[in-house]
């Protein structure tokens, strides 16, 4: 196979064509840019030129070789030491108006609270303790909520909450017996649902999530409180 100079200007030579016989001008790595950096107007340009343009199935195909190409790291594991090193090179570099989806800081309390590793714990405890099991209907497993008997915003308000730390130290937002396990239609049958005032609603047309007639005694599942009051005890 024939070898050329590479197109940098390094004297580098190389073989013409690469393993899937495509032409090469540049040794891998190199490029008339090689040792260059690029202005930010420069890059800017580059940037927008770029901006909703999509992929050929050749440039595809090319990313796909190259990530099956790069193999040098499988099977490899980092050792402790490593692992931690990439943490902290990490650390805070895409968080809050670092990170690529944030809005301004428009995240509520409540989101929150509930998306913190102390409220998803909370959450498996009550599942854990009444053996996911729905405590209304009997339900086993699926989609089940954990609900609070006391209103979760209620709880904030009786207490002040403001900051996100203060509601990891208010014993009674994480009170196991304020916690009940209920399927997904008697959770949205509870009086405090959704933080607003329930009343008896029968299964009629979009009311029930499982209905399939008109009435509570067409809906698939009338055991499970369709039309019927319902208070959690």
Same mark, same amino acid.
């Given at each position: 196979?024939?070898?050329?100079?590479?197109?940098?200007?390094c004297g580098e030579q190389r073989e013409e064509f690469d393993k899937y016989n495509?032409?090469?001008?540049?040794?891998?790595?190199?490029?008339?840019?090689?040792?260059?950096?690029?202005?930010?107007?420069?890059?800017?340009?580059?940037? *927008?030129?770029?901006?909703?343009?999509?992929?050929?199935?050749?440039?595809?195909?090319?990313?796909?070789?190259?990530?099956? *190409?790069?193999?040098?790291? +499988?099977?490899?594991?980092?050792?402790?030491?490593?692992?931690?090193?990439?943490? $902290?090179?990490?650390?805070?570099?895409?968080?809050?108006?670092?990170?690529?989806?944030?809005?301004?800081?428009?995240?509520?309390?409540? $989101?929150?609270?509930?998306?913190?590793?102390?409220?998803?714990?909370?959450?498996?405890?009550?599942?854990?303790?009444?053996?996911?099991?729905?405590?209304?209907?009997?339900?086993?497993?699926?989609?089940?909520?954990?609900?609070?008997?006391?209103?979760?915003?209620?709880?904030?308000?009786? $207490?002040?909450?403001?900051? +996100?730390?203060?509601?990891?130290?208010?014993?009674?937002?994480?009170?196991?017996?304020?916690?009940?396990?209920?399927?997904?239609?008697?959770?949205?049958?509870?009086?405090?649902?959704? $933080?607003?005032?329930?009343?008896?609603?029968?299964?009629?047309?979009?009311?029930?999530?499982?209905?399939?007639?008109?009435?509570?005694?067409?809906?698939?599942?009338?055991?499970?409180?369709?039309? *019927?009051?319902?208070?959690?005890?």
């Amino acid at each position: 196979m024939s070898l050329i100079f590479c197109g940098c200007g390094c004297g580098e030579q190389r073989e013409e064509f690469d393993k899937y016989n495509i032409r090469r001008k540049y040794i891998k790595g190199h490029s008339p840019n090689r040792g260059k950096s690029h202005t930010e107007e420069s890059r800017k340009k580059m940037s *927008e030129s770029h901006l909703g343009v999509p992929l050929s199935q050749k440039h595809k195909n090319g990313i796909s070789r190259g990530l099956l *190409e790069n193999t040098h790291l +499988l099977g490899h594991i980092h050792s402790e030491k490593t692992k931690e090193k990439m943490s $902290n090179s990490q650390m805070g570099k895409h968080s809050g108006e670092k990170c690529n989806f944030w809005k301004g800081g428009i995240s509520t309390l409540d $989101n929150l609270i509930r998306q913190s590793l102390q409220y998803k714990q909370w959450k498996r405890d009550i599942f854990k303790r009444d053996n996911w099991t729905c405590q209304k209907c009997g339900w086993f497993g699926g989609n089940l909520n954990a609900h609070h008997i006391k209103s979760f915003h209620q709880i904030i308000k009786d $207490n002040n909450i403001v900051f +996100l730390e203060e509601s990891f130290i208010c014993d009674e937002l994480w009170d196991l017996n304020n916690g009940i396990t209920l399927c997904m239609v008697c959770h949205r049958l509870t009086n405090n649902y959704g $933080n607003k005032k329930r009343i008896n609603r029968p299964c009629e047309s979009g009311d029930c999530p499982y209905r399939f007639g008109t009435s509570p005694k067409d809906c698939v599942y009338p055991h499970r409180g369709c039309g *019927e009051d319902y208070e959690t005890k």
